[in-house]
């Protein structure tokens, strides 16, 4: 009896680990550099509603840097834009491109279309959350890749190190 308990309590963790290991199914995709490449293949309409709604992930999700030249070790030179708010202004990358799900219908409520960036050093274009695809056309990619990543602002110098220092009281 107390044979069969161990056994029972050294296979549970075996099965967790291969349950969660198993619970993602990867996502039917398509990387586009603009709309007009995206309706050679497919309603034009559908692929303008995918590309605002990647617009839209991009003014929210994007990478957000203080100095054009944080954004530009990040993404490469030339790939980085001003955005000036009420506030003050920060820099972000281009977007290159982006991803839209095999799911995408238009107007359903969207996280089924993400904007692209590049990345200094690589080939490869990745989503603000990380999500790395390479070329254009049809490709598949973990559902993580269209969930909604807030935008921080990344600084440097006497902002950066007064926020590692802070105590909070």
Do not use: W
Not at 22 to 38: K, R
């Amino acid at each position: 009896m107390k044979h069969s308990k161990t056994l029972k309590l050294a296979i549970l963790p075996a099965a967790i680990l291969l349950l969660a290991a198993c619970g993602e199914t990867d996502i039917e995709s398509s990387v586009y550099n603009n709309p007009q490449e995206c309706s050679e293949n497919m309603d034009a309409a559908i692929c303008n509603e995918a590309f605002k709604e990647a617009q839209i992930a991009n003014a929210t999700e994007a990478p957000k840097y203080s100095t054009v030249k944080q954004c530009e070790i990040e993404h490469g030179v030339g790939k980085c834009e001003q955005n000036a708010q009420s506030g003050g202004s920060f820099f972000m990358p281009m977007m290159m491109g982006y991803l839209m799900s095999s799911a995408f219908r238009g107007g359903a409520g969207g996280n089924n279309s993400k904007a692209l960036y590049s990345r200094a050093g690589s080939s490869n274009l990745s989503t603000a959350g990380g999500t790395s695809v390479s070329g254009t056309g049809k490709t598949k990619v973990s559902p993580s890749a269209f969930k909604s990543t807030p935008a921080t602002v990344n600084r440097s110098g006497f902002g950066q190190s007064a926020k590692a220092k802070s105590t909070g009281g």
